[in-house]
């Protein structure tokens, strides 16, 4: 019985998460506002996590993939801020690493973590495409990675839509 409220439970927050649309560029102002670049660039660039639901292969449980993990294979590679925007907050935890958090238009933010080194400090107004860190291994997972979020109020959104979204 458990299982199954767990299981509706999960459900419940796919669901959720997924129902959020993401915003077209050309609905709402200036493409440089909306998050709609790569935060890491180079040809050796690519995904190393999905965005979702995972099974943990530790404790068997499942959980929720708050962002997406892009990845150059190495540490030290700069990571770009994806719109103009910021910066709200740099920080550090167990789970993040090194983290910031930028504000956009919209009530959109992005976050970018697990960073190696932090280019950029709270209050800082950036520009789309400016650098604000490092690639690292800082916080939990496996390898080196930018864990990346978008955030449309309180809701979390797939960044895969995002990406390349210029093009
Ligand atoms: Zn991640």
Known sequence: MKKNICFLFLLFIITFLYAVEPIKIGDKGKK?????????SGKWKHISMQFGPYTDPDTQEIKIHKGIDLSTWRIGDPVYVTANGCVVTVD????????????????????YARLSEVKVKQGDIIKQGDIIGLTGNTGEGNGVCLHYEIHIGLD??????YLDATQ
């Open 32 to 40: 440089e506002d909306i998050p709609s670049i790569w935060p890491i």
């Open 156 to 161: 979390v959104v797939d960044p895969l839509p």
């Open 92 to 111: 550090y935890n167990e789970t993040y690493g090194n983290y910031i958090i930028v504000q956009h238009k919209e009530n959109i933010s992005t976050l």
